[in-house]
Nanobody, 123 residues
């Protein structure tokens, strides 16, 4: 699976962005998809994940109620709608694909990663 994340940019506090991750290669619809982020000097952290059917979603406490993950298996794309953004959301955001989906919050479970897209939230 090849993943291409895009949609990042500069946004003011309280603003919104929607990230997209386009997948190609093997059967996208069978993978749990996740979004992670990494700020300078910090470890990569879990943001959100969605089951292969789209019926189950997971969120980090820090983004719950503000971010929404969704997927369109017909378009081989997963999305991350980010609302009410805060300066602490500033990071490079990565999408990833996990074949088994047993621990979607763990970055070590993911088999494929996109290249990342920068999100900067100004105060």
């Amino acid at each position: 699976v090849q993943l291409q994340a895009y949609g990042g940019g500069l946004v003011q506090t309280g603003g919104s962005l929607r990230l997209s991750c386009a997948a190609s290669g093997r059967t996208f619809s069978r993978y749990t998809m996740g979004w992670f982020r990494q700020a300078p000097g910090k470890e990569r952290e879990f943001v959100a994940a969605i089951s292969w059917t789209g019926g189950i979603t997971y969120y980090a406490d820090s983004v719950k109620g503000r971010f929404t993950i969704s997927r369109d298996n017909a378009k081989n794309t997963v999305y991350l709608q980010m609302n009410g953004q805060k300066p602490e959301d500033t990071a490079v955001y990565y999408c990833a694909a996990d074949h088994y989906g047993t621990r979607p919050q763990s970055r070590y479970e993911y088999d494929y990663w996109g290249q990342g897209t920068q999100v900067t939230v100004s105060s």
